[in-house]
């Protein structure tokens, strides 16, 4: 379950940049108040919501996949198992 794997990976790296944005969360609501944001952590914040972008539809299309292979491998058991009942009958 390779696949799996890279699914999990792919979306604890998701929980980090989301965690990232929560952490500064509080200085981009500081804006409303008044105060300036720093153009570091603006960047920060993009660059955290752009990985988030490209880290979602990667793991949906890794999930596709891993239901691609599910269903083969379901395919091949149902196949051997059918093959089974032909020869115990025969």
């Known amino acids: 379950m390779q696949l799996q794997e890279l699914i999990n990976t792919k979306n604890s ?19 409303v108040e008044g105060y300036e944001l720093d153009s570091e952590i603006i960047a920060e914040r993009e660059a955290h919501r752009e990985a988030i972008r490209h880290l979602e539809p990667e793991i949906i299309e890794l ?6 292979e599910k269903a ?19």
């Open 13 to 31: 790296q998701i929980l980090e940049h989301k965690l990232a944005l929560e952490l500064t969360d509080y200085k981009a609501t500081r804006v």
């Open 63 to 68: 999930e596709r996949e891993l239901e691609r």
């Open 72 to 90: 083969e491998i379901e395919m091949e058991v149902n196949f051997d198992n059918y093959e089974t009942t032909i020869t115990t009958k025969f």
